[in-house]
């Protein structure tokens, strides 16, 4: 696999479209960051770390709205073939405030939000809505 990060976005939207309550993804730090993130911000109900050291899984369980997902939907930004750097003050607003960017930024994964807090530029992961 190629982009770990596009598949962790489209386990999860292809789970919320079929209306599955929880997905599993395989781990790795990186993923674990941006699924605690969507936790933070709302979008997924329960984040869980499971399996021994080798075959470690993240859990994340979905968060509906009737029958509706939460999430409407996710976008890769930058990809391994064409990165996409921002600086503290180029972050993108996503959907005029309503959605979150999701950066790889010096200080660890933040949201666009957080970046500019800490006025922090770094690789634009994605979009979320």
Avoid: F
């Avoid at 079929?18 to 109900?45: D, N, Q, T």
């Avoid at 959605?99 to 010096?106: E, F, K, Q």
Wanted: charged residues 25%; aromatic residues 4%.
């Amino acid at each position: 696999m190629s982009d770990p990060i596009a598949d962790l976005l489209t386990r999860i939207r292809n789970a919320g479209n079929a209306l599955l309550p929880s997905v599993e993804i395989p781990h790795s730090k990186m993923k674990e960051s941006i699924a605690h993130i969507l936790k933070r911000e709302g979008y997924v109900s329960d984040v869980a770390v499971e399996g021994a050291v080798a075959k470690k899984k993240i859990k994340v369980k979905l968060k509906y709205a009737g029958r509706k997902s939460v999430i409407d939907g996710l976008q890769r930004v930058s990809s391994p073939g064409l990165r996409r750097y921002v600086g503290a003050t180029e972050i993108p607003r996503v959907r005029n405030g309503m959605g979150t960017a999701i950066l790889s930024t010096p200080a660890g994964i933040l949201t666009g939000n957080e970046a500019r807090r800490q006025n922090v530029g770094g690789e634009l992961l994605c979009y979320v809505w």
